[in-house]
T-cell receptor
Framework: SQKIEQNSEALNIQEGKTATLTCNYT??????LQWYRQDPGRGPVFLLL?????KEKRKERLKVTFDTTLKQSLFHITASQPADSATYLC?????????????FGTGTQLKVEL | NAGVTQTPKFQVLKTGQSMTLQCAQD?????MYWYRQDPGMGLRLIYY???????DKGEVPNGYNVSRLNKREFSLRLESAAPSQTSVYFC????????????FGPGTRLTVT
């Protein structure tokens, strides 16, 4: 069966450290992988997209890697701040004949402490 | 621009009642989506509309119907609500951006008793 797995346990880190979140998937061949941020009581907000032929993508303090052999993406936040505390969702973008759809993981909650 | 708006924000229904969740976007996007989010299950696609005049089932369509009223509006209807439909419902839209990002509304928290 097809699965997307993100660590369900919250990740607690100290301010200034690098946070690393993992997204693993099985039985998918995604064209793209996206990361979203979700704050409590709000809808997800798009952060980054990485294509299957890209190994790494950066945006300010964010870095995403995509290993299609391992079927894994890593999401890094460098110099983390308390304002980075949120739930981070990975999503696989599957190209289909009837319309392109996103399939989401369950998300990992990040808490950045002072 | 308001982005994606949803009404209502909160709703409590009794089993068997019906209701329609409204969604509108002002970004001229072709595609619109309805998701539900449950603890431990993540976001699951209920229905989507790739363009005005078309709708397709997602992962969990049973118990729901949708209408793409025009390019801006995409509504989700529960004909006979069940407790299993207690969830947070998100509407989203996407355009032709090369990043294929989806823009989400603020959500509707629905409780069925």
């Amino acid at each position: 069966s097809q699965k997307i797995e993100q660590n369900s346990e919250a990740l607690n880190i100290q301010e200034g450290k690098t946070a690393t979140l993992t997204c693993n998937y099985t039985n998918y061949s995604p064209a793209y992988l996206q990361w979203y941020r979700q704050d409590p009581g709000r809808g997800p907000v798009f952060l980054l997209l990485i294509r299957e032929n890209e190994k790494e993508k950066r945006k300010e303090r964010l870095k995403v890697t995509f290993d299609t052999t391992l079927k894994q993406s890593l999401f890094h936040i460098t110099a983390s701040q308390p304002a980075d505390s949120a739930t981070y969702l990975c999503a696989l973008y599957i190209l289909t004949g009837g319309g392109n759809k996103l399939t989401f993981g369950t998300g990992t909650q990040l808490k950045v402490e002072l | 621009n308001a982005g994606v708006t949803q009404t209502p924000k909160f709703q409590v229904l009794k089993t068997g009642q019906s209701m329609t969740l409204q969604c509108a976007q002002d970004m001229n996007h072709n595609s619109m989506y309805w998701y539900r989010q449950d603890p431990g299950m993540g976001l699951r696609l209920i229905y989507y509309s790739a363009s005005e005049g078309t709708t397709d089932k997602g992962e969990v369509p049973n118990g729901y119907n949708v209408s793409r009223l025009n390019k801006r509006e995409f509504s989700l209807r529960l004909e006979s609500a069940a407790p299993s439909q207690t969830s947070v419902y998100f509407c989203a839209s996407s355009g032709t951006s090369s990043s294929y990002e989806q823009y989400f509304g603020p959500g509707t928290r629905l409780t069925v008793t």
